[in-house]
């Protein structure tokens, strides 16, 4: 029930106009949220974690606010070492106003971070996204074969379409959005990650782990040994600000460890969800906000 009243409130205008204009919110959101994208992609990169990049905004109205989010990503490219990933949602790039824009604007992208040695992964949202999301990254991976894509093991579908996704990058998370008909109960999207996992890691493609669960990351690595992945074929995701003596101890094994590292302005909706998925991380944003009082 928590989870369900924090995701409402996470599309609530209202409540978005009181938790921002808050001046107690400000260092709180900065555990999460980077402020300095530059300056903490540099410091991860020193202590040997690799990195995923999120420009935050979603939902454009019009061709030019998705211009404007494809430049936004051209210039995060100049701040980003060779072997950085960038994460962009298409709703972001024109999706709800045209699947074709959305291509285009995101191939703009794929091809301006290849030439740097960037990644580009596409991120989930709405359930109602999800067919376009994986239509355009049917047709990215044409020309832009290293593009990936994730999947959300709350929805029925996600053990499909880790089987039709052979050779591809696919980032597989919990999910973080509200669907008909998904799994609630955290023990069935526990159950539908790990039998997605099984066939990412016994197949083709690069699986990218996106987990803070102790256990599913105990078995994701013993799922990749008896698949005979090495360090090199798959790796861990984790959220910048969560559990990140894990991160350092992963990274320390040499582990491929990258950290999703959101920065902008329009943060909003993206920490409510995070406090959606994890309640000790709604707890320590109280205590914050009650300490700053």
């Given at each position: 029930m928590l989870r369900q009243a924090l995701l409402a409130i996470s599309k609530s205008r209202r409540a978005e106009r009181l938790v921002t204009t808050s001046p107690l919110t400000a260092d709180v959101v900065r555990r999460y949220v980077a402020d300095d994208i530059g300056a903490v992609v540099?410091?991860?990169?020193r202590r040997g974690l690799l990195v995923t990049v999120d420009h935050l905004g979603e939902e454009v109205t019009d061709q030019a606010q998705a211009e404007a989010a494809v430049a936004n990503y051209l210039s995060l490219l100049d701040l980003l070492p060779a072997g950085a990933d960038v994460s962009v949602k298409l709703t972001a790039l024109g999706l709800r106003l045209s699947q074709r824009l959305a291509i285009d604007n995101t191939a703009a992208i794929c091809a301006a971070a290849a030439g740097k040695g960037i990644t580009v992964t596409l991120d989930?949202?709405?359930?109602?996204?999800i067919p376009g999301l994986h239509a355009v990254h049917a047709a990215l991976r044409r020309e832009h074969p290293d593009v990936g894509v994730v999947v959300q093991a709350y929805l029925p579908?996600?053990?499909?379409?880790?089987?039709?996704?052979?050779?591809?990058?696919?980032?597989?998370?919990?999910?973080?959005?509200?669907?008909?008909?998904?799994?609630?109960?955290?023990?069935?999207?526990?159950?539908?990650?790990v039998r997605c996992?099984?066939?990412?890691?016994?197949?083709?493609?690069?699986?990218?782990?996106?987990?803070?669960?102790?256990?599913?990351?105990?078995?994701?690595?013993?799922?990749?040994?008896?698949?005979g992945r090495d360090v090199t074929g798959f790796e861990y995701q984790m959220l910048y600000g969560v559990r990140p003596d894990e991160q350092a101890r992963l990274a320390g094994l040499g582990a491929r460890?990258?950290?999703?590292?959101?920065?902008?302005?329009?943060?909003?909706?993206?920490?409510?969800?995070?406090?959606?998925?994890?309640?000790?991380?709604?707890?320590?944003?109280l205590r914050s906000l009650v300490s700053r009082g």
């Open positions: 540099a410091e991860l990169t989930a949202e709405e359930h109602d996204t579908d996600s053990l499909d379409r880790c089987e039709k996704l052979g050779g591809a990058r696919v980032r597989l998370c919990k999910g973080a959005y509200t669907a008909p008909g998904a799994y609630t109960r955290t023990a069935d999207i526990d159950r539908s990650f996992l099984k066939v990412l890691m016994a197949g083709t493609g690069y699986p990218m782990v996106a987990t803070h669960d102790p256990r599913l990351l105990r078995i994701a690595s013993t799922l990749a040994v008896l698949d460890m990258r950290v999703y590292v959101p920065y902008g302005s329009d943060w909003y909706a993206y920490l409510m969800r995070r406090l959606a998925e994890r309640p000790r991380n709604l707890a320590f944003f």
